[in-house]
């Protein structure tokens, strides 16, 4: 790939970044552990000046790999990182049979979300992941009971992004554009901090990581990011093939997103 298409993409994402900082009072930033927070956390950082002026939310329910808890303490001190943690307790969830990382998540964030009245939360989910999230916009409203009203969004067209002044808060989605691949180009010409779980160990590793109960390693011999990238210019498996959300039924991811999971 091309730097002239990454640096495109990465324009895009710092604008979005920026525009969301001039829009909204109060901004977090939402973190995994995974690659695309990751790599959203290094463009928070160049898009304002080596230092993100936001918190920084890890929605934590125990049971994360060793490795997640690591990279965050990492990054926390290297980038001075202001970490919030919200306690996310499994109990059983109506909506999904995935009671570790499904609406039980969203509880914890909207109780954290309510005390720190913060009215924008950046996310680094992309279209390509998933076909309930390619209907997402850059900046999505969510109403006063955390409803997402999928059907019946605010246009975004040359560049204009509205803003519902009625809204609880507002999702932010910098790097909607961009692919998996995309994302790997931006880890490796920046050299961002990632989790050595994406790398292959005993001939497996992850592309997709959540926590340790519904996150499964897929078979890879990549052990670079340079074999990573080659791997994805071949695979046609997807890439969210280990995680156990993605393997529900589209009408229950919907009402996941619709009710506010991220």
């Not at 009215?119 to 680094?124: H, P, Q, R, T």
């Not at 490796?188 to 990581?209: M, Q």
Request: charged residues 30%.
């Amino acid at each position: 790939m091309q730097n002239g298409y990454l640096d495109l993409l990465t324009e895009k994402s710092i604008f979005i970044l920026r525009e969301a900082k001039s829009k909204f009072n109060n901004l977090a930033v939402l973190w995994s552990g995974g690659k695309d927070s990751t790599a959203l956390l290094a463009l928070c950082r160049e898009a304002f000046f080596n230092r993100i002026p936001f918190p920084v939310i890890h929605i934590d329910n125990g049971i994360d790999f060793p490795e997640t808890y690591a990279l965050r303490n990492q990054l926390a001190n290297a980038w001075s990182l202001k970490i919030l943690v919200a306690k996310s307790i499994i109990k059983n969830d109506k909506i999904s049979s995935i009671s570790c990382c499904g609406a039980n998540k969203t509880d914890a964030l909207r109780e954290l979300m309510k005390k720190e009245k913060f009215d924008g939360l950046i996310l680094g989910i992309r279209r390509d992941e998933h076909g309930i999230r390619a209907k997402e916009r850059m900046f999505s409203p969510r109403d006063k009971k955390w409803k997402w009203d999928y059907k019946n969004q605010p246009m975004e067209i040359w560049g204009h992004h509205s803003i519902d002044e009625k809204a609880d808060h507002h999702r932010i989605h910098p790097i909607l554009h961009w692919r998996e691949i995309d994302v790997w180009q931006y880890i490796y010409k920046n050299d961002v901090p990632i989790s050595p779980l994406y790398f292959s160990r005993n001939g497996e590793r992850f592309r997709s990581l959540g926590c340790t109960r519904c996150t499964v390693a897929v078979k890879s011999g990549a052990r670079t990011i340079h074999e990573i990238l080659k791997e994805l210019g071949h695979s046609r498996l997807s890439e969210r093939m280990g995680r156990a959300q993605d393997k529900e039924e589209q009408a229950v991811m919907e009402r996941l997103r619709a009710l506010g999971y991220m």
